[in-house]
């Protein structure tokens, strides 16, 4: 545990010499020692069961795969290589964890899991989550699973107010598509009168069958 304890600390050194309002966008991504924190982390998941995890790994195993939003590489080998370890992580991240890691989640979650599985279960948990970016991308999750919530979820995201409802309206669009859902004629009609220009941009692209499914 010292290296991944250490390597969590010296990112944090790191932090704290960068003024607050620069930590937006893409920062972490300045940060030079990435390669080591990745193995440290790597080399704490082969190394050590999760139920011997103390709360402090937990907490600094998910600090580092929130940090990790840009990349996704800590992320994408847990659910690849540690398959798992997904759901617990999952799980715990919904107590102690940072939007930046739940959203990372949702997405593999979406990616490797089944409907009627647990992945389906913390799916419906995370398209609850306070923050509009995790609720979005766990429905489009939902939508890549087959769920059987995703057109309930959709309705709800669509009607819901929010300062990004504009890209949240893109991404009820994309599921209820993806899906094949009956309902997508009645949203794009909706959305063709909506004063948001990016949103009415979508709805040409989907009617032009330019959105992957």
């Known amino acids: 545990m010292p290296d991944l304890l250490d390597e969590v600390a010296r990112f944090q050194v790191w932090a704290r010499t960068l ?9 972490e991504c300045d940060y030079e020692h990435w390669g080591d924190l990745h193995a440290a982390v790597l080399r704490f998941l082969d190394d050590r069961p999760l139920e011997s995890w103390s709360r402090e790994a937990l907490q600094a195993v998910l600090y580092a795969i929130a940090r990790d939003n840009e990349i996704e590489h ?6 690849d290589a540690h398959r798992p370890l997904l759901a617990p992580l999952t799980r715990v991240a919904l107590d102690i964890g940072e939007p930046d890691a739940r959203w990372q989640f949702a997405e593999q979650l979406g990616r490797v899991g089944q409907k009627g599985e ?4 913390l799916l419906v948990l995370l398209v609850q989550d306070e923050y ?8 489009g999750a ?10 309930r979820v959709a309705l709800r995201e669509w009607e819901r107010p929010d300062p990004s409802q504009e890209w949240a309206r893109m991404m009820c669009l994309w599921s209820l598509h ?9 949203l794009l009609a909706d959305a063709e009168q909506d004063p948001r220009a990016h949103l009415r941009s979508y709805v040409d692209r989907v009617r032009r069958g330019e959105v992957d499914r």
Do not use: F, M
């Not at 003024?19 to 893409?26: D, I, K, T, V, Y």
């Not at 509009?132 to 429905?139: F, G, I, K, N, Q």
């Not at 993806?178 to 009645?186: A, C, E």
């Open 19 to 27: 003024p607050l309002l620069s930590r937006s966008g893409e920062w």
């Open 142 to 151: 939902l939508a890549r699973i087959g769920s059987v919530h995703t057109e």
């Open 118 to 121: 647990v992945e389906e279960q």
């Open 74 to 79: 800590l992320a994408g080998v847990i659910a």
């Open 178 to 186: 993806h899906i094949g859902s009956p309902l997508l004629t009645r």
């Open 132 to 139: 509009e970016y995790v609720r979005r991308r766990a429905l």
